[in-house]
């Protein structure tokens, strides 16, 4: 198999360098996506031909090295060795790297397609392409990493990037606080993602992801220094991709275009945590604590970002604590050691929750920038291309039989059972109870009912341009059937999926029996099911009375979760206002120490130049003076010297002579 | 052979003769015939050390101060014509017009 | 042991003749004492063996020099002149300075004198004197001619009768 793979990531790269160098200044519009998407699609084609060799050769791994960037130096690692470490930039493709390549090119390229029609009337049209493709570059550049350093490289990229584009329209002030708070969240995060980097280079003096694999696999690690690492890496992975404690950023994140939420937001920043955990597997398996701790977190960041997404109102934020709330399933099953399904489960979210949030842009376009589902309503026969394709989103995601995420779900779900971890799969149903409602209340608010509609908005609805809605439908095919990839044996199908990524992430049975299994699946699918007639009940038959009646009944649990259990408003003041209170107590200490040293210093310079002025006014200007009075004095005595009389010069001439020779005796 | 410390004794009274003559007299003509005496004084010197170290180069240098001697004597005689001219004495005392 | 006898007459007469030089009141008396001067300096240039210095020394300097004072003496018709009292300070600087000199150049002189050259005699004649000047001195020797054509023509310039009024 040739390095073409080693070409995905410079298509997007150039496009960056193109649109943000030239294209701001010089380009048209035409000129800006046809770089802008041309190079997405390039990056995509790329991508397939790699899988495509792939496909020959399973299994394989193939590493290219592009140059060194960091030189070998000996490092002192545990056990008293010293080993040359060095960095190498390179890039390794094997099958976890064909996924995730394919689904951020394919799912990219749709969205660079989507954003030439959402972005249409934007001044910044240029810029935004470029950050795109920036963003494209770096997330290739993470995933394709074969070591953590290169890794580190585009996560941080990712994360810039995120700044970018979250503060697209910075003029905007919630925009720009969003994309700091983005920014600085991460982080925290990636505090502990480099601390985990170091003591894996401190304990095995490498950080390529193959060395580690094959050390951990060698039993180089103890388990607890694997707990520590990988507790660490985990850490860094929960500021990427959201998860208790570090989500925080994501629901203000949605203050960026929709095509940045679907693409960055939803599809591949934040799965940049579970891809990273994937590939680090052997790391993870090392250490049951540390696996027990990634399933725990994510089972209950699923739980509770769906609590969270039930009373938002703004239709991007429902989607943003539903992404938050998947994200917590695809750990749930890295953390059960079903690392494949993880996967699986990221692949189908990508599908469905751009999709959802493409959609929901669509909605939001033809609405003229509305967002609150409180004025929307009715608009299924309105937009005719959007609703479709919404729905199979919705579906998909709350887990309806046939379509993907039903399939990626279950897996999940069952390997939770099958590890025992009762608890766990039990709370993942819940999990998915709620996430079928909220979905479907946001599909009832939206389309359903009376047009609560403000008249401005409704006399300029209009359905999209069909780039817009080209997209949405490529997606929703991928929605609906993409999940036939995995289709569980115990359906008949050949676990396609899980054995493709087995190279790379390791094999995992559910060890349980196929009954029990189907059992399960029918139980996931009612659960499902079963949330979405409760939807519909609530908000279309009842219209929302339902609901508001809870409020009524139990006002301080509404005011609980609407106001995001208080965790925002925790961080703001504890960490936030003491971080500046600390900044405040230096200032005075700036203020009043420092400054006053200073001021004093200034103080005694200006008496001692009142001094020097007094000096000044009589020594040096007397000095002056005497010297003009001198230069006068000498001028006048020397003037003697021109006497007129010959003699005197006769005898100077002498007297020179007299001198000279002395002089040239002496010398000589 | 000559010997070099009685030219040079000689060289050395007659500058020296003449310098003092240049220096005590205050006729002006009589100061110029002085000069010419110092050039001629510095001659012998020069003739006797070309002729002590076997060089031609002692001669030469004294033809060049003879030369320097014609020129200087032309032109002070000039100046002292105009001078005449103007002032009617040759007293170097009256010679201060040139007082700074 | 001629040469030596000639150098010593020769010596004393110029000597005794550039005192009396000095000291005559009689400007016209000077100028013959200048000439005795001049010619025993040739002499002493001959017994040195400068042949052709002792030729041109009595031709420019004697017929030259010495002519051209008797000449301004005539035209200007000179006086003599009262010796005036100079007072005492000046008059013992004026002498005490040359005597510094005289004793400079005397130390200079009688010590550190390098040998003569253990070399043929050759140096001393005249042809090997034209040779140098024409070779090694021929630059001053030509700017030399130069000077002479400024003198020449400065002298003309200043001695000249003020007749013409500048026409303004």
């Known amino acids: ?668 | 052979m000559i010997p070099i410390n009685a030219v040079f004794g000689l060289g050395l009274l007659l500058f020296f003769i003449g310098l003092f003559g240049v220096l005590f007299r205050k006729n002006l003509v009589i100061m110029l015939m002085s000069l010419e005496l110092l050039l001629n004084g510095v001659n012998i010197l020069f003739a006797g050390l070309g002729h002590h170290l076997k060089s031609p180069r002692g001669s030469i240098f004294a033809l060049f101060v003879i030369l320097m001697a014609v020129s200087e004597a032309a032109v002070g005689f000039a100046l002292v014509l105009s001078f005449f001219r103007s002032k009617k004495t040759y007293d170097v005392d009256e010679m201060n017009e040139l007082k700074g | 042991m001629i040469t030596l006898a000639v150098f010593a007459f020769f010596a004393a007469l110029a000597l005794v003749s550039a005192v009396l030089v000095v000291v005559q009141k009689n400007a016209m008396h000077s100028v013959l004492y200048l000439a005795f001067t001049v010619l025993a300096t040739g002499g002493v240039f001959l017994s040195l063996q400068a042949e052709y210095l002792a030729a041109i020394q009595v031709l420019v300097y004697g017929g030259g020099i010495v002519v051209l004072y008797i000449f301004v003496i005539i035209i200007v018709n000179l006086q003599e002149i009262k010796a005036e009292k100079r007072k005492a300070f000046p008059k013992l600087f004026i002498f005490a300075l040359p005597a510094l000199l005289l004793v400079q150049i005397a130390d200079v002189l009688f010590t550190n004198r390098p040998a003569p050259p253990a070399g043929p005699e050759a140096g001393l004649e005249f042809k090997t004197m034209a040779e140098t000047l024409f070779t090694s001195y021929l630059a001053p020797f030509e700017l030399a001619s130069v000077l002479l054509l400024a003198v020449l023509i400065g002298a003309v310039i200043v001695a000249r009768r003020r007749l013409v009024h500048d026409p303004d």
């Open chain 1, 1 to 668: 198999m040739t390095a073409v793979f080693a070409w995905i990531p410079l298509f997007p790269l150039a496009g960056a360098l193109l649109n943000g160098v030239l294209g701001i200044r010089l380009f048209s519009r035409r000129a800006v996506h046809a770089v802008g998407v041309g190079a997405a699609g390039l990056s995509f084609l790329a991508s397939a031909v790699s899988f495509a060799g792939l496909l020959g050769a399973p299994g394989a791994s193939v590493t290219r090295t592009l140059f060194t960037w960091i030189p070998a130096s000996l490092v002192s690692v545990a056990g008293g060795r010293a080993v040359p470490v060095s960095f190498e930039m390179a890039f390794r493709y094997d099958s976890l790297a064909a996924v995730m390549t394919l689904v951020v090119t394919g799912v990219g390229l749709l969205i660079h397609v989507y954003s030439m029609g959402y972005m249409a009337h934007d001044r910044s049209y240029a810029r935004f392409f470029a950050y795109l493709n920036l963003f494209t570059f770096a997330m290739l550049v993470l995933v394709l990493g074969a070591n953590l350093a290169v890794m580190f490289v585009g996560w941080e990229g990712v994360g810039l990037c995120s700044y970018l584009l979250i503060g697209f329209w910075f003029t905007k002030d919630s925009a720009a606080n969003a994309g700091k708070k983005a920014f600085i969240t991460n982080r925290v995060g990636d505090f502990g993602f480099l601390l985990g980097i170091g003591l894996l280079l401190a304990t095995l003096g490498t950080v390529d992801t193959a060395g580690i694999t094959a050390a951990a696999q060698g039993g180089l690690l103890t388990p607890g220094l694997a707990t520590a690492a990988a507790l660490l890496l985990f850490l860094g992975a929960t500021g990427k991709s959201a998860q208790i404690p570090l989500y925080t950023w994501l629901p203000d994140a949605m203050e960026g275009p929709t095509p940045v939420s679907a693409l960055i937001h939803a599809a591949t920043m934040v799965t940049a945590g579970v891809y990273m955990v994937a590939r680090l597997h052997a790391l993870f398996t090392l250490s049951g604590t540390a696996l027990t701790v990634v399933a725990v977190v994510g089972v209950a960041t699923a739980v509770y970002a769906a609590t969270m997404g039930l009373v938002q109102n703004d239709i991007k934020r429902v989607l943003a604590y539903s992404t938050i709330s998947q994200i917590g399933y695809m750990f749930v099953g890295l953390g059960v050691g079903a690392f494949s399904a993880g996967i699986f489960h990221l692949m189908t979210h990508a599908f469905f929750k751009s999709l959802l949030f493409l959609s929901a842009g669509s909605v939001i376009h033809a609405l003229s920038g509305e967002q609150d589902m409180r004025r929307m309503g009715g608009l299924r026969s309105r937009l005719p291309r959007t609703y479709p394709v919404f729905v199979v989103g919705a579906l998909a995601i709350a887990g309806v039989p046939a379509l993907s995420g039903f399939f990626s779900k279950d897996e999940i779900l069952a390997a939770a059972f099958a590890s025992g971890r009762y608890g766990v799969w039990a709370a993942g149903l819940v999990g998915a109870a709620l996430t079928a409602f909220y979905m479907f209340r946001l599909i009832f608010l939206t389309f359903f009912g009376p047009d609560r509609m403000d008249e401005e908005a409704k006399r300029h609805l209009h359905e999209s341009p069909r780039v817009m809605t080209a997209p949405l439908q490529v997606l929703a095919v991928l929605a609906a059937v993409g999940g036939y990839v995995g289709l569980p044996r115990v359906l008949g199908g050949g676990a396609w999926f899980g054995r493709f990524l087995a190279p790379s992430v390791g094999e995992h049975e559910a060890g349980i029996a196929g009954g029990t299994e189907l059992l399960l699946m029918a139980l996931s699918a009612a659960i499902g099911i079963g949330g979405i007639l409760a939807a519909h009940a609530v908000y279309v038959r009842k219209e929302g009375r339902p609901a508001a009646r809870f409020v009524e009944r139990f006002p301080a649990v509404y005011r609980l979760v609407s106001h995001l259990y208080y965790v925002d408003d925790v961080y703001n003041k504890v960490l936030v206002r003491g971080v500046m209170r600390l900044g405040s107590i230096l200032g005075w200490i700036d203020e009043h120490v420092v400054d006053g040293l200073v001021n004093g210093a200034a103080a005694l310079v200006r008496a001692i130049s009142r001094l020097a002025i007094g000096f000044d006014g009589e020594v040096i200007d007397g000095a002056v003076n005497g010297i003009g009075s001198l230069s006068r004095l000498i001028a006048t005595g020397l003037r003697g010297l021109q006497t007129g009389f010959v003699y005197n010069y006769a005898l100077a001439i002498v007297l020179g002579l007299v001198i000279i020779i002395a002089l040239v005796v002496t010398i000589l």
